[in-house]
């Protein structure tokens, strides 16, 4: 009854800015939408990720299956207006995000912005990072994700990892290192911008090896614009920023 009142509400709304060819239109499209999401190849995808997604919590005795959106969840940050549902990633795309980078992973730290219940973090854990960070504004996916690494039973190799619960927007990157700055198409463009021109003035102020992974990248076009970064691969489900290594620092 509540969607068919609010279905109806959107209607008279569109009715009154577009009239009646213009709603027509509309509703065609969206019907394609969701045609598109009804056929079979499509539920057939959905099926298979939400089986991997199961495995994967019943093989490291953890908790990051599932799609949640923002409306469910617990955020005090006006942000949320920007930011995009939970949804964990797939191990193998994580795999493939950091395949042939030839990192000496030693060196960098680990940071995931928007990391959710953490399935990044746990994954990022196998490899021997110098430092990992995890950023989730949702008190409570940070709890889950918190409770996650005290229970995943799979391989660690870094054990130096923080969660920390704020906006990404706000959050302040560590200058002690060279980093990976990994992003799961978390927020829209507003935030996007907010944190690229956060790591751009950290990188002025500290020049270091900078590595940017994002994938499902909606909002490309704001790492594009960053002089110190160049587009190292690009597809439709990733890219790859690195700003190489900077030169070293004269004398003062
Ligand atoms: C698509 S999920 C990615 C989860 C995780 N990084 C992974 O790869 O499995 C995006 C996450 O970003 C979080 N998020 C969105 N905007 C945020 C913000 N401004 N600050 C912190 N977290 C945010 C969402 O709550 C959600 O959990």
Redesign the pocket.
């Known amino acids: 009854m509540k969607v068919l009142a609010q279905i109806l509400r959107q209607a008279r709304r569109s009715l009154t800015k577009r009239g009646i060819l213009g709603t027509l239109i509309l509703a065609i499209a969206a019907s394609g939408v969701v045609v598109k999401n009804l056929r079979p190849s499509h539920r057939q995808a959905l099926r298979l990720q939400r089986q991997a997604d199961r495995g994967f919590d019943l093989k490291y005795n953890v908790d990051?299956a599932g799609t949640?959106s923002?409306g469910s969840?617990d955020?005090r940050?006006r942000?949320?207006l920007?930011?995009?549902?939970?949804?964990?990633?797939q191990d193998v795309d994580?795999a493939a995000l950091l395949a042939d980078t030839g990192l000496r992973y030693q060196d960098y730290t680990f940071i995931?912005?928007?990391?959710?219940?953490?399935?990044?973090i746990l994954l990022a854990a196998a490899l021997p990072f110098r430092r990992i960070v995890g950023?989730?504004?949702?008190p409570r996916?940070d709890a889950v994700a918190r409770d996650n690494l005290e229970r995943y039973t799979g391989e660690r190799n870094c054990t130096n990892i923080e969660l920390a619960c704020?906006?990404?927007?706000r959050y302040d990157f560590p200058e002690d290192s060279p980093l990976v700055l990994?992003l799961?198409?978390?927020?829209e463009r507003p935030?996007m911008q907010q944190v690229a021109d956060n790591l751009a003035a950290s990188f002025s102020r500290r020049p270091r090896r900078m590595l940017v992974l994002y994938?499902t990248p909606h909002c490309a076009d704001v790492w594009d614009s960053l002089e110190f970064l160049q587009k190292k691969r690009a597809t439709n489900l990733l890219c790859l920023y690195d700003s190489g290594d900077p030169p070293p620092a004269g004398p003062v």
């Open positions: 990051t949640i923002q969840l955020v940050s942000n949320q920007f930011a995009t549902r939970y949804e964990p990633i994580f995931d912005l928007g990391s959710g219940k953490g399935r990044a950023v989730e504004f949702s996916l704020m906006d990404a927007a990994y799961y198409n978390p927020f935030v994938f």
